[in-house]
């Protein structure tokens, strides 16, 4: 039974990674497709898919402030460990601007969501949604200050301001949030439109993301690589995972804790790499090799933690 179970929350991922890739090596998917499908699927879906997993919550139940305000601690943890101690092995600036973004940023999108709504099912992905939506702009926003420093940048507090407000992720889950505290219900077919929409989320952004997977110059980079990797895979959410766990928090929430630390380097961490003059060729591996491997990984955390009766 935890051997299914760890195969199907990594086995639907695997699948639309290789649906992309073939894709790509068949001729059907260019890098202007990728790039027009990935910035309509960002701007105007995940807004939908965030407000939908907040919508469908009982908020009384997965309103946990004390699990939130544990996640956003242990983020703050990793970043401070990341700034003290990556220097102290990667001397060139470009190369620890993408070594530090590799281990913190997370694609917790595309595999937090779909990793909780198999093990715990989707009714309990509010609580990942709203960890995703205060999480992830606070490490854009420290991984941008660590990328303009390292680079002798002027940061410009009013441009990272509006970016918050303006994130299609954080409108999506606040516009559900106060949907929900002001107990409005919709209609059933505007509900079935929203969670239609929300639907193709997953499995378009991932075969996307299959498709524009590049291995190589991984000898190179061997050493950055399996930094990143191991950071990345096994340290920081064996820290999420142990950390909940010895707080005494349910299963959904070490289970949260799981699917937000294990995930792979995020995408747009190749883009702001080349924007901000980090090493994005290394930038672009970490992304590659980091989602490659997870497929084990993840397995391997849900089968651990499974059998030790850990996540459900």
Not at 54 to 67: A, D, K, M
Not at 198 to 204: D, L, M
Request: one cysteine or more.
């Amino acid at each position: 039974m935890n051997l299914l179970l760890s195969i199907s929350a990594v086995f639907p991922i695997f699948f639309y990674l290789l649906a992309g890739a073939a894709l790509r090596r068949g001729g059907k998917l260019s890098d202007t497709t990728m790039n027009q499908v990935n910035k309509i699927v960002y701007s105007y879906c995940f807004p939908f898919n965030m407000f939908a997993n907040v919508y469908r919550t009982n908020i009384g139940e997965v309103l946990n402030p004390g699990f939130l305000i544990t996640m956003l601690v242990l983020v703050l943890v990793v970043i401070v460990l990341n700034v003290l101690l990556v220097p102290r092995h990667f001397k060139d600036r470009a190369v620890q601007g993408s070594v530090m973004q590799g281990i913190i940023r997370g694609n917790m999108l595309l595999f937090a969501l779909p990793v909780v709504s198999v093990i715990s099912g989707p009714d309990q992905v509010g609580l990942v949604s709203l960890c995703i939506a205060i999480v992830v702009p606070v490490y854009n926003i420290l991984c941008v200050v660590i990328l303009e420093s390292l680079r002798g940048a002027q940061l410009k507090p009013g441009h990272l301001a509006l970016s918050i407000i303006k994130n299609p992720l954080i409108l999506g889950a606040a516009l559900g949030l106060l949907v929900k505290l002001a107990g409005i219900r919709f209609p059933v077919f505007v509900e079935r439109t929203i969670a239609e929409i929300a639907g193709i989320v997953t499995p378009v952004a991932l075969v996307m993301l299959g498709g524009g997977l590049r291995i190589a110059d991984t000898v190179t980079y061997r050493r950055e690589l399996v930094v990143v990797s191991v950071a990345k895979l096994l340290l920081v959410p064996l820290l999420f995972v142990l950390t909940v766990k010895l707080l005494g928090f349910d299963k959904v929430a070490v289970t949260t804790a799981m699917a937000l630390g294990a995930v792979p380097n995020a995408v747009s961490s190749y883009v702001l790499a080349k924007e901000m003059e980090a090493d994005s060729v290394l930038a672009g591996q970490i992304v590659a090799v980091t989602t490659v491997l997870s497929m084990a990984s993840v397995f391997l955390w849900v089968f651990v933690l499974s059998n030790l009766g850990w996540i459900g």
